[in-house]
C-alpha cells in the first residue's frame, strides 16, 4: 500500500478510535527518514531507514532487499510494525528499513559489504533501545550476523541486543524459525474455539517459512489440510494431503505441484476451494473483490502481509467470514523477535518451552483484547484491531507530550 492509502486509511479509521486531529495528524507523520546511498565495486544503491514512532519503544522492523524497495514503501511498511507491535503490546515502536538492490545479482562478497555499508549509513541512529533491525525479504540471519559484527565493530562494545533473528550461535532465540506459523496457530485457535467452527479443512497458499511450517503445525494438531500451492501451482485432496510426504517432494523436487498422489489445482482455484478455513502465505492482493464473493472459507488467517484488498475486506466481512488480520496473525515472527531482544538484555537463553508459551500467551491475548472490542459487531475484526493498536499508540503519544511538558 501506498503511503498516501495509509494517510487515508488512517483518516477512515480515526473516527472509530476516537482520536482528535492533532492525534490523527501525529500518527500521520513518520518521525524521521533517513537516506543514504551505498557504493558496492562502484554501484551505487539507495538505502532507507524510516523511523515511524517511538511512543511504545524503541523503533523495531525488518531491512528489505529488493529492486522495487522505495522511499514510500518502506515508510508505509514502518507504519504496519507501529501498528504490530501496539497489537500484540511489545514494548517496541515501529520502523523499517530497505535497499533498492536485487540482491540475486549479488555475488557473497558483494552482498556482505552492501550490509556492512548499510549498518555504517545509519548506525548513529540505530541501537539496543533506540531502533533494531530484523530481516525481511531477501536478508537473512547470516546477513544479520554480518550487521551486528560491523555495529560492535563501530561502537567498541559487545551488543547482540542491536539486531534480532540472528543465528542460534551469535544469540537468535529458539522458535523463531517456525515463530509466524506457531503464533498463527495460536490465533486459529482461538478463533475456532469463540466461534464454534466445526470443520477443520484447511487450504494454504505458499509453502515458504510461513505456509510450510503453518501446512506441518495444523497437520500435527488433527486439522485437514487440503489443499496446498507454490508459485507454480498447488494441489488439492479433499480427504487431507499427506503433509510429511508433500514437504519431501517440495525439498527435492522445488514445487509441490510434482506430488501426484493429489489433484492438480491452479493458485486461483486454491483460494476458492472447497475448505473452511484459508491461509494466504504467499503474496499480497490475492483476495480481490473479482474473487471474494466466491471464497467458501468461513475464516480467512492471513500470514502473508496485506493479502486481502480493502473492497474484498468488506465483501468479506458482508459475507461474515471471520478476517485474522496479518498484524495480529502473522505477528509470533516480531514477537520472538522481542524475547530474543529481552533474551539478549538480560544475558539468557530461554528453552524451546519457555519461548513457546510466552508466544501463546502473547497471541492469545492479544486475540482476547481485539474480540472484546470486537464484539459489538459494529466493526469487523481487522478494523478492532487497528482500533484497538491507534488507541495504545495515541495513549503512549499523550504520556510522552505529558512527560516533556
Ligand atoms: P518464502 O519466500 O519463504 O515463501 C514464499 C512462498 O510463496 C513460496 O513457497 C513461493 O513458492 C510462494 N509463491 C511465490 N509466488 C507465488 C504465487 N504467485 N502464488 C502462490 N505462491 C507463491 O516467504 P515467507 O517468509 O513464507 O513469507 C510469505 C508471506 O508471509 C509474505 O507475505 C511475508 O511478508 C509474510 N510474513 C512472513 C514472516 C516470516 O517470518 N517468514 C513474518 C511475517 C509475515
Not at 551505498?38 to 514512532?53: E, I, S, W
Not at 537468535?172 to 478463533?191: M, Q, W
Amino acid at each position: 500500500m501506498s503511503f498516501a492509502n495509509v494517510v487515508h486509511f488512517l483518516e477512515k479509521i480515526a473516527p472509530l478510535a476516537k482520536l482528535s486531529k492533532k492525534e490523527i495528524t501525529l500518527l500521520q507523520t513518520p518521525d524521521r527518514i533517513l537516506k543514504a546511498e551505498l557504493t558496492v565495486n562502484g554501484k551505487k544503491y539507495p538505502a532507507y531507514r524510516v523511523q515511524f514512532n517511538n511512543a511504545r519503544g524503541p523503533y523495531k522492523g525488518g531491512i528489505r532487499y529488493h529492486p522495487e524497495v522505495s522511499e514510500d514503501e518502506v515508510t508505509s511498511l514502518a507504519f504496519w510494525m507501529t501498528v504490530k507491535t501496539a497489537v500484540t503490546d511489545l514494548p517496541f515502536g515501529g520502523g523499517k528499513g530497505g535497499v533498492t538492490v536485487d540482491p540475486k545479482k549479488l555475488n557473497q562478497k558483494e552482498l556482505e559489504e552492501l550490509s556492512r555499508a548499510y549498518v555504517r549509513a545509519f548506525y548513529k541512529n540505530l541501537g539496543p533501545d533506540t531502533d533494531i533491525p530484523a530481516p525481511d525479504v531477501y536478508t537473512t540471519p547470516e546477513i544479520m550476523g554480518w550487521m551486528l559484527d560491523e555495529y560492535q565493530k563501530l561502537t567498541g562494545k559487545k551488543a547482540p541486543a542491536f539486531i534480532t533473528g540472528k543465528p542460534l550461535e551469535l544469540g537468535g532465540s529458539k522458535v523463531r524459525d517456525i515463530a509466524t506459523a506457531l503464533g498463527g496457530v495460536y490465533i486459529l485457535e482461538e478463533a475456532v474455539k469463540k466461534t464454534g467452527l466445526k470443520e477443520k479443512k484447511v487450504a494454504i497458499q505458499g509453502f515458504g517459512n510461513a505456509g510450510m511450517n503453518m501446512a506441518q503445525l495444523l497437520a500435527e494438531r488433527g486439522y485437514t489440510v487440503v489443499a496446498v500451492s507454490d508459485s507454480k501451482g498447488g494441489i488439492y485432496d479433499a480427504d487431507g494431503l499427506n503433509i510429511e510426504e508433500v514437504m519431501k517432494v517440495k525439498k527435492t523436487k522445488g514445487t509441490v505441484t510434482e506430488y501426484t498422489k493429489a489433484a492438480k489445482i491452479s493458485n486461483q482455484e486454491l483460494l476458492e476451494s472447497g475448505c473452511s478455513i484459508l491461509i494466504p502465505s504467499a503474496l499480497s492482493g490475492v483476495i480481490t473483490d473479482k474473487n471474494a464473493e466466491k471464497i467458501k472459507a468461513k475464516m480467512v488467517l492471513e500470514l502473508a502481509n496485506g493479502p486481502t484488498t480493502p473492497e474484498a475486506d468488506e465483501i468479506l466481512w458482508a459475507r461474515k467470514v471471520l478476517v485474522l488480520p496479518d498484524i495480529l496473525a502473522n505477528a509470533g515472527g516480531v514477537t520472538v523477535s522481542y524475547f530474543e531482544w529481552a533474551q539478549n538484555k538480560n544475558d539468557e537463553s530461554w528453552s524451546e518451552q519457555k519461548v513457546k508459551k510466552k508466544l501463546q500467551e502473547k497471541m492469545v491475548s492479544a486475540f482476547q483484547q481485539i474480540w472484546d472490542e470486537f464484539s459489538d459487531e459494529k466493526k469487523s475484526f481487522r478494523t478492532a484491531a487497528y482500533v484497538l493498536a491507534l488507541k495504545k499508540i495515541a495513549a503512549a503519544e499523550k504520556n510522552k507530550i505529558k512527560n516533556k511538558s
